[in-house]
């Protein structure tokens, strides 16, 4: 499709408003904001990487791309999240301390509020502390940390440990996501489960908390 590609272009240019018409385009056209989602924006977001990986693109041009994303994510976000799905359970969800990435979360967040999960979302470089005093607070039934960092991901064994050291381990069933990590790491720092993307979140938090 022409319009598909021409907002990978947009969001590679970081164009928010082209972003932002396309997005709607799209949604005249009858596309579901799922397909919207994840054949537009989130496959953008993908040659973006590709590209900061490589050095082509820097930091402030990414950040004009995630600025787009999350203007076109704000349309699909009342759609996403008004599905009168009953009453699933709570997650608390952020990502982790020394790590500021959180487009990933924030998709992952809309996904589970549309299956019906409440959602309590910390925001960023989220310390130990903070997620102790949020599960104390709210008392959900799953955890969420996101990391998209090699260097960060490490950050959620410290969190975990702690929750076992405190004798709440079992309180919470905990969900970790994010580009760098697998399954492996998931088992390694002591998680519930990895989830690949927001849909294997959602389904995930369905069968565990059952
Ligand atoms: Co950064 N960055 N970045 N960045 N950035 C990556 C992650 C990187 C892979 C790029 C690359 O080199 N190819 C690389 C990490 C390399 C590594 O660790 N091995 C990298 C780097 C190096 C950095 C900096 C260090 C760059 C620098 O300063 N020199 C710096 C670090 C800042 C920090 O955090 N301290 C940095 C900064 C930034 C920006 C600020 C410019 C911007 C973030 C803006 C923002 O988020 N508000 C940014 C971006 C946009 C990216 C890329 C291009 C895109 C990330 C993204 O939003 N993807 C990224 C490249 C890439 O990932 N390929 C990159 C779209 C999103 C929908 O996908 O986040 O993977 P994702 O989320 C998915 C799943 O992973 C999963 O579900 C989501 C939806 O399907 N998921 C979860 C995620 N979290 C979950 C939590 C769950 C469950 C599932 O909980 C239950």
Redesign the pocket.
């Known amino acids: 499709e022409d319009l598909v590609a021409q907002m990978k272009d947009d969001l590679y240019d970081g164009m928010k408003e082209e972003i932002e018409e396309g997005t709607r385009l799209l949604l005249d056209r009858g596309w579901t904001p799922y397909d919207v989602l994840?054949k537009s924006?989130?496959a953008g977001?993908?040659i973006?990487?590709?590209d900061?990986?490589?050095g082509i693109?820097f930091?402030?041009e990414?950040?004009l791309?995630?600025?787009a994303?999350?203007a076109g994510m704000a349309i699909l976000r009342p759609l996403l999240v008004e599905t009168g799905a009953p009453k699933q359970g709570k997650?608390v969800?952020g990502?982790v301390k020394?790590?500021?990435?959180?487009?990933?979360?924030n998709?992952?967040g809309m996904?589970m509020e549309g299956a019906g999960f409440e959602v309590v979302d910390l925001g960023?470089?989220i310390d130990v502390d903070k997620y102790l005093a949020a599960i104390e607070e709210h008392q959900p039934e799953?955890l969420?940390?996101?990391?998209?960092?090699?260097?960060?991901m490490p950050y959620m064994k410290v969190v975990i440990d702690t929750l076992v050291q405190k004798g709440i381990r079992e309180k919470v069933i905990v969900?970790?996501?994010?580009?760098?990590?697998n399954e492996d790491f998931a088992n390694q720092v002591g998680a519930d489960a990895y989830?690949?993307?927001?849909?294997?979140?959602v389904e995930?938090?369905r069968s565990l908390i059952e």
Do not use: W, Y
Request: charged share 15%.
């Open positions: 994840t924006l989130v977001m993908q973006v990487g590709e900061f990986r490589d693109l930091v402030p990414v950040l791309s995630a600025n994303m999350k997650m969800i990502t020394g790590d500021i990435h959180d487009i990933g979360k998709l992952v996904m960023i470089n799953l969420g940390m996101s990391a998209l960092l090699t260097t960060t969900l970790v996501g994010g580009a760098p990590l989830c690949r993307d927001a849909a294997v979140t995930t938090a």
